[in-house]
């Protein structure tokens, strides 16, 4: 058996404190741009049968038993109790709260105390910009306030969080470097004068402006890649084209974490190979992938070190999705490294230890945990 | 065991009626640019293996036997009375037939009485275009006359088919919308006067209008994508080019089904699982990896949703493609489900109910079979 | 049990004649722009884990011990004698040896003579060029030299290698035919007089010159692919990408052979199928992907014709890697064709046969070795 400590969730969200019906909950299980096509429903997916398979029995009903059946289950505990329960059945320890997202989602302390564990605030940069926007009377002030709500959040939280790698590597591959003040000036000026109040952030410029910004704080910087969200081009999905960006980083103090980069996870394994302050993260493969998340999880293992490999869960909105990423991620090393010590290629001792690394160790050596506690 | 219902082939081809010599009956094995390299023989692939494994026994001889006893036996049969042994074989009960391939073949009633199942017609846009331009004398004729032809089709078929998605899948990403009247009425007077009678249409506007006009139909879309023919750009493979024109025809009715893919399946099944409209398809790459179909196929199975992966076999010219498309992914479906149910991950209940859908359910709903057959 | 002959190790480096230090040896393992992050060693990577379970046995200690230890023992038997163990260990008759590597390496026959094999050289296209513009003193001299020295190589060598595919697909893909005469002299002029003694070629137009020169020869070329070194850009890692070149070179009689590829060796290995002057190596996967090989070597063996793919190791520098690319490759090879035939999917017979062929047998007729020897 391989034993691994309570899991650093490195990459996740709060969860949703309203009770859910069928079709709600049905629409969180997979990233798609409509509802389900007629005949079919989302809980025919890897992420719906893992669902079905782990968080059934944390609610006291038998694994694979019908969703109807589930979230009846659910509902008679209240939402409340059931992420009480799932949380605390995942065996997690510290939990990385993303902040930014939207939605009525439980704050970090709420999350740490319904899960029975530790929580920290990973400051996604684009909707810190969009609230300082919301607050700045002129490009000077916004860009004055900008530098300092960066700073400010850098000082209570443990990473900074950013789509930008995914929205727009190919800007990021075109001009890796920080853009000049007099480049940042204009587009922020362009943006602040077309925007609505809240609107979000696009322009590239200030997206290469906000990530140097985080850049010169030394802290780590979480960026999305790979097929995330539907909106998202998935011909720019390979952590490939960030190469610009982590070569110009290079040597500058601030851990990368790739997050996702799904098909193209090779990619940023390969990364996190040839780049000292590159990491990968495997979280969003384990639920989204299920029954199948051992195989991918083994492609991970192949070019990246093992000291650069974080799990998260990437669960949002649903605590099931917490739940089911820590125990496909349990199940999953298991038997790849169990596999592996069978055939002679790893020690028991090495496999014990690289487990514990991904699964804690690696977390909490690159974002200081133990400094934060 | 996982049992599946007599399978529907949602895509292959007609079969050749003449004898094949050994040297005939290699060239149709892999997809090459030339004959074998001096030294090799095209049987030495997965797809010759597979055919060696699974087609003697359906013609009286030992598996593996070697090819030129194999192509006797064959001989001594005739070539009607193997196609039927190889065709009854499968365990096929329905073919979606793309009628637009050249060649002296089979045509859907000969296969589905050779295979004693039903068959349906699966019409090639492009063809349909040279057709209609062999018999069409000015611009005007031409485009009202494609305009009926299309829609005439549409009543016939189940299905259309079409290769733009892998020859200019970048003019597809650069302009998805349906291409404007006069940019239509010029790209055809420019094609209809520069072409000799029976010239295949490769104008990127007029492959865009052949799609736009199936788009109308209502009827399911056939798009070719992945590695296939050497003649095709391999940096031009991936399926997730093809996300610009399938976000443009998201909610119009039509749903798209991606053929091959491979080696960049795994975007296909994201696309699956991103649009309610997309479907993915898994044939082509079972005969083609052979003894490793079920890594490929656990593959598909990680993001798409399970009710849009459709079995084919891609078959063509060989009724041993046909025969080894369906043998293989019954074995490789049943290693993988088995794999899965034994690991806990899926019920035996779902594993079943899942092939189900793969193997023939999933197919006759997108395609409507039970309303035309 | 899978039975090889001894392998032909078709694409490797000389080893260091040096003794080696824990730091130097670790930072020989994989392939970083910077030294280990902090808190992280090189040694936990597969190709770490790897070299601690085969190669230890080999100089009379555990599998799996410390690397202190093992580099203590390494000092203890002196470099030359370790290199002979370990090079003996790994069962390899023939190496074809790039000897345009930088260091102070073991030559061809000194390698063959540590190893107990035969040894063969791979003449580096880039450093020839480099050492005859050394000793040019005008555009016509170099050319006319360049050329006596690629075909004077030709008669000695076996093979030309390149890197241009890895650092220039960009520039491949745009212009795969021969550059003319007038270009070839107007950048063989501005290269000549802008670079220092020594300075590396890296015009697209001269290296497209140098390809097509040794294209002329008729002798196989090994073309750098994938993700290799941290300069290069990994959005360029797809072999794919090279298909221009491909098409170009088809039937002019000089094969092919794609270095590396990963993550993208599906692409070499679907354009092994689809040309037949093209070919594809495995080596490099081996001891980067250690106990996850059988897989990446699997997926090789989904699209490749048998009589294409070829074993090399990639060693360079550490003995270490040598070795242990010989032993994964037979361990890998072992598991997945034992498991094919296990499934009834190979007979044994074809099984032995296929490992022959990419043992040994295929790199023995593209390089015509029995000829040479």
Redesign the interface.
């Known amino acids: 058996m391989i034993e691994t400590p309570p899991l650093v969730d490195q990459h996740c969200q709060g969860v949703l404190r309203t009770e859910l019906g069928l079709g709600t909950f049905e629409a969180q299980l997979?990233?798609?741009?409509?509802?389900?096509?007629a005949?079919?429903?989302?809980f025919?997916?890897?992420t719906g049968?893992?669902v079905r398979?782990w968080c059934p029995p944390l609610l006291g009903l038998e694994?694979?038993c019908a969703p109807v059946r589930y979230l009846a289950r659910r509902r008679e505990l209240g939402a409340a109790e059931a992420a009480r329960r799932l949380l605390r059945g995942a065996g997690v320890g510290a939990y990385l709260v993303d902040t930014g997202a939207p939605g009525d989602l439980t704050a970090p302390k709420e999350l740490a105390r319904a899960g029975d564990a530790e929580a920290f605030e990973a400051v996604r940069l684009e909707p810190l910009a969009e609230q300082v926007a919301d607050t700045s009377g002129t490009v000077a002030a916004f860009l004055a306030n900008l530098a300092g709500a960066v700073h400010h959040a850098a000082a209570g939280a443990v990473a900074f969080t950013c789509g930008a790698g995914a929205r727009y590597p190919a800007a990021l591959?075109q001009a890796p470097e920080p853009p000049g003040p007099g480049e940042v000036r204009g587009a922020a000026g362009r943006w602040l004068a077309g925007r609505a109040k809240g609107a979000a952030v696009r322009d590239p410029v200030l997206l290469r402006h906000l990530l140097w910004s985080a850049v010169a704080t030394g802290l780590p910087i979480q960026l999305h890649t790979g097929?995330g969200e539907?909106g998202q081009?998935?011909?720019h999905?390979?952590p490939?084209?960030l190469?610009g960006f982590v070569?110009a980083t290079?040597?500058l103090g601030a851990?990368l974490v790739l997050l996702g980069g799904?098909?193209?996870h090779?990619?940023a394994a390969?990364?996190a190979?040839?780049?000292?302050?590159v990491h990968a993260d495997l979280g969003p493969l384990l639920a989204?992938?299920?029954?199948?998340a051992a195989?991918?999880l083994?492609?991970l293992?192949?070019?990246a070190?093992?000291?650069?490999l974080l799990y998260s869960s990437g669960g949002r909105r649903l605590p099931e999705l917490h739940a089911v990423g820590a125990l496909v991620f349990r199940?999953a090393l298991g038997?790849v490294l169990r596999g592996?010590v069978g055939?002679?290629?790893?020690?028991w001792?090495?496999a014990d230890r690289?487990a514990a690394?991904i699964a804690a160790g690696n977390a909490r050596?690159v974002y200081r945990l133990d400094e934060r506690a």
Chains 1, 2, 3 share one sequence.
Request: hydrophobic share 35%.
């Open positions: 997979i990233r798609s741009a409509g509802p389900p096509a005949g079919t429903t989302f025919d997916t890897q049968f893992a398979r694994p694979h591959a097929a539907p081009r998935p011909e999905a390979d490939a084209l190469t070569r290079a040597g851990p799904y098909p193209h090779r990619s390969r990364l190979e040839a780049f000292p302050h989204r992938t299920g029954a199948g195989a991918v083994a492609e293992l192949e070019l070190p093992f000291g650069k199940e038997r592996w055939d002679g290629a790893w020690s001792r090495d690289v690394m050596r």
